[in-house]
Each structure stands twice: as C-alpha cells, then as structure tokens.
C-alpha cells in the first residue's frame, strides 16, 4: 500500500486560511455589485427628476441634454448593474453527458482502477468516463452532492490512453487519486478551485448579451451608439475588478495548490516509479505537441474541405509511431527549459522530474505493455469520444458526409487530395451556415 503523506499542522491551517480567503472575494464582488445597484436606485429616485428641472429652458436643444443626462445614466447604469449581477448566476455551456465506460464490457479498466484506489487506500470511483482529452481528471460526483458524499467520477482521455504504457496510465490515475486521499484538504482545494473556475469563466467566457451589447455600438443612432459605449465601458470596469479579485485569488492559494500537486505526485511516483513518472512527463509533452500539429491540420482540412477524422485518438497514436526522433528530442527538451512562476497553481514538469529523481522509487510490478491493451474495443471507443467531441466541444453537428475514415490517413498507399490529412478546429471557426451550404 502506498503511504500517505500527512500534512503539517501549519499546512492545514494554512489551506483554511486560503479557503476562507477565496471565499471572501466573491462576497467582495457582491458588495460592489450591490453598491452600483443602489447607485442606480439612488439616481432613479433623487437624481432622474431633478435633471428634469434645470432651468435651461424648453428648446429642443435643452430638451435633447435633459434626456440624454437623464436617461443615458439611467439605462447605461442598470446595464451596468445587471451584467454584474449575471455572473452569479452564470452557469457552464451545455454539455453533452460524457462517455460512461461500463463495468461489463470494459472489466479490465475497472479492476486495474480498482487496484490503485486499493493501493493508495483512496475511494473507488462510482463511475469511469471517457473523453478525447490528453489528459486524465477526478472530480466530485454532481459537484457539491458528491462533496458531503464523497462520490467521485474519473474520466480518462483516450488520447492519452494511445500514448502511455499501462504502468505510466496507471500513475497518472494515481495523481488524481492521490488528491483525494487527502480528506480535509481536497475538500478545502475544491472550493479554492471552484472559485478560481468561476472569476475565470465570468472574465473570459462571452455570450449573446455581450454581443447585443457590442451591436448597441454599431448602431446608425448616435445617442444609442454613446449609451452603448458607456455602458460597455462599464461592463469592461466591471470585468477589471473580476480579474482583479481572480488574481488575487491566484496568487494567495498557487504556493499551497503547489505543494498539493507534490503530493499527488508522491502518489504516483511511488506507484509507477520515478523512472515512469519522468517517462510519463516526456511523454505527455509529446502528445500535447502531437495533437496540437494534429489541430492545424484539421483546421486546414475542414476551411478547405469540410472534412474531419472519425477516429482522433488512433490517428494520435499512429503519428506518435511515425514521429522523427529529432522532432522527439525537441518536444522533450522543452520539458527541461520551464519554469514555475510565482502565480503557478501547477510546478513547472521540469521542477516535478526533480523531485521524482530525489525520491528513487522503484514502483509496484505493473505492465509496461501500452495502455490500450486496457480496453476490449479501444478503436470503437476512440471513435466515439471523437464524435462526442466534436459534436460538443466542437459545436460541430457530425455527420458521415463530414467525416474521413482513419484509416485512409494513416494507409501507407498514396492517397486522394479529398483526403488529406486533418486535425482539430477552435469551436467558432465551425459555423452553421457552413454546414447548410454543404448538405445543399
């Protein structure tokens, strides 16, 4: 069994600390929010009237300032105040339910997953899901429900799957478990991260508000263009003070989400072996490098062609086989140039290696066959997830007429122009009228 490390007093103490600090941000947003709310209401009720009696006579021209003094503020503000009051209750894109692996017909996964919760005295995870991800994750069973009942979901990317051995999947299985073998602290994490999740989708994300409110600008009357203006001013000052408080919230918990992110990767290095562990980090370098190529090129495939591969994760795994070793080399040294900034919530791999050769673990006997040999249908999975992906995070609503086999991009025969090779798309360069004009 792989021992867990048991945290300081003053770690503890310190993660509360931090906890109770990110919580407060959001607390502090909402008393600006309810300060610039009251500002609205206050001009409404004692300002909007008095505007009204200026002594500046009764020409159009002075009813035309009244007007724009009174009504401008008015409608500028209550935007301004409604679009700080929608990150409260702003919730995630709709998503698609991720592939579930069942138990019956994948039993391998789940006695091999089974195994390392056993070994790292972790909870058995309630569900297994598969993404296209080059990365694998464990979280909270329904969020907060899954919080009090320590219920918790892994999902594995399939990707990442066509790129490891089943020693190096299982480590990094073990990471994420070994967060949450850390009671107290993983709960107190999850807050910290559930917060800094929220400052960054409310900053960042965009949605049909924001472009209505952008066309206000564009608009052929000049006092609607000047009270669109003003209020996406406002909307950007607000958004400021968001980025601010998500900073701040950065930089008062990255130090202690560090050295949460060491200890899972105690975890892993004890069971895979600190030889696996620096393996597993080349190589996870290599395939992030790998699929990004594979992403311009099905950029390039679908403005040209609409054409996408049906099959990511095996088209993944043939380009790892055919990748020149000097290219190899060059993603892997990249691995030694970084390093960890001071608002990293994650070490820098090349610092993490370090730690793996200081600890000289051997790891448990474990298969170094590839990771696929974990599943009974990998290939029919991989085309799956790749569907799911596509029709989710892609936007892209898949049918056969857009989809290129995999097999005809990795045949070694030459091969038509329709089918050239092909890589993953940002969302918004997918547009519906794209696919209309095709199926016409």
Same mark, same amino acid.
């Given at each position: 069994?792989v ?9 503890q103490?310190?993660?509360?600390l931090v906890?109770?600090?990110m919580?407060?941000?959001p607390?502090?947003y909402?008393a ?5 709310c009251?500002?609205?209401?206050y001009?409404? @009720?004692?300002e909007?009237?008095?505007?009204? *009696?200026w !002594?500046?006579?009764?020409?159009? %021209?002075? /009813?035309?300032?009244k007007v724009?003094?009174?009504?401008t503020p ?15 209750f702003?919730r995630?894109?709709?998503r698609?339910q ?8 994948e ?5 091999r ?7 790292l005295a ?9 993404d ?10 329904r969020g907060?429900?899954?919080?009090f009942r320590n219920r918790?979901v892994? @999902?594995?990317g399939?990707?990442?799957?066509? *790129?490891? !051995?089943e020693?190096?999947?299982? %480590?990094? /299985?073990?990471h994420?478990f070994g967060h949450?073998?850390?009671g ?5 994490s999850y807050?910290?991260?559930r917060?800094?999740g929220w400052?960054?989708?409310v900053?960042?994300e965009?949605?049909a508000?924001?472009e ?8 052929e009357d000049?006092?609607v263009?000047f ?8 909307v ?5 003070v968001l ?5 701040i919230?950065?930089s008062?918990?990255?130090l ?6 060491y200890d899972?990767d ?6 895979? *072996?600190?030889e ?5 980090t080349?190589?996870l ?7 990004s ?8 495939s679908?403005n040209r ?7 990511l994760?095996v088209?993944?795994a043939h380009r790892?086989?055919e ?14 140039l ?19 050769r200081?600890?000289a673990?051997p790891g ?8 696929t ?16 992906h596509?029709e989710?995070?892609?936007?892209v609503?898949?049918?056969e007429?857009?989809l ?5 991009l990795?045949?070694p ?9 092909v ?9 519906p ?8």
């Amino acid at each position: 069994m792989v021992p867990a490390r048991k945290p300081t007093v003053l770690y503890q103490v310190g993660l509360f600390l931090v906890a109770i600090g990110m919580l407060a941000l959001p607390c502090i947003y909402g008393a600006l929010t309810a300060s610039v709310c009251w500002g609205v209401y206050y001009f409404a @009720t004692h300002e909007f009237m008095n505007i009204w *009696g200026w !002594s500046i006579g009764h020409s159009k %021209g002075a /009813v035309l300032i009244k007007v724009v003094c009174s009504v401008t503020p008015l409608l500028a503000g209550g935007a301004i105040a409604l679009f700080m009051i929608k990150p409260f209750f702003a919730r995630r894109a709709s998503r698609m339910q991720p592939l579930a692996l069942d138990p019956k017909v994948e039993p391998r996964v789940y006695e091999r997953i089974q195994q390392v919760c056993h070994l790292l005295a972790a909870p058995v995870p309630s569900q297994i899901e598969l993404d296209c991800a080059v990365n694998a994750s464990a979280h909270f069973e329904r969020g907060w429900s899954g919080f009090f009942r320590n219920r918790l979901v892994l @999902t594995i990317g399939l990707p990442l799957v066509a *790129g490891l !051995s089943e020693r190096e999947l299982l %480590g990094v /299985v073990a990471h994420e478990f070994g967060h949450f073998r850390q009671g107290v602290g993983m709960r107190l994490s999850y807050i910290i991260r559930r917060v800094n999740g929220w400052f960054a989708r409310v900053v960042y994300e965009r949605d049909a508000w924001d472009e209505r409110l952008e066309s206000l600008t564009q608009a052929e009357d000049t006092w609607v263009v000047f009270m669109g203006a003003c209020t996406r001013f406002g909307v950007w000052l607000s958004r400021r003070v968001l980025w601010v408080l998500m900073m701040i919230g950065h930089s008062i918990c990255a130090l202690l989400l560090r050295q949460m992110e060491y200890d899972a990767d105690a975890a892993e290095i004890t069971l895979a *072996g600190s030889e696996a562990f620096e393996s597993t980090t080349l190589k996870l370098a290599i395939l992030d490098a790998t699929m990004s190529e594979v992403h311009r090129e099905m950029q390039r495939s679908w403005n040209r062609q609409f054409q996408l591969p049906d099959n990511l994760p095996v088209l993944l795994a043939h380009r790892l086989a055919e990748l020149p070793e000097e290219k190899r080399e060059k993603f892997q040294n990249r691995v030694g140039l970084g390093k960890t900034g001071l608002l990293d919530t994650h070490p820098c791999p090349a610092d993490r290696v370090r730690v793996a050769r200081r600890m000289a673990q051997p790891g448990f006997d474990l298969s170094d066959e590839s990771a696929t040999a974990l599943f009974e249908n990998f290939e029919g999975l991989s085309r799956l997830v790749t569907l799911v992906h596509y029709e989710d995070d892609l936007n892209v609503p898949v049918s056969e007429d857009f989809l290129i086999p995999v097999q005809h991009l990795i045949a070694p025969a030459p091969r038509p122009e329709k089918v050239a090779a092909v890589s993953d798309l940002p969302m918004m360069a997918y547009r519906p009228e794209d696919f209309q004009n095709r199926q016409e």
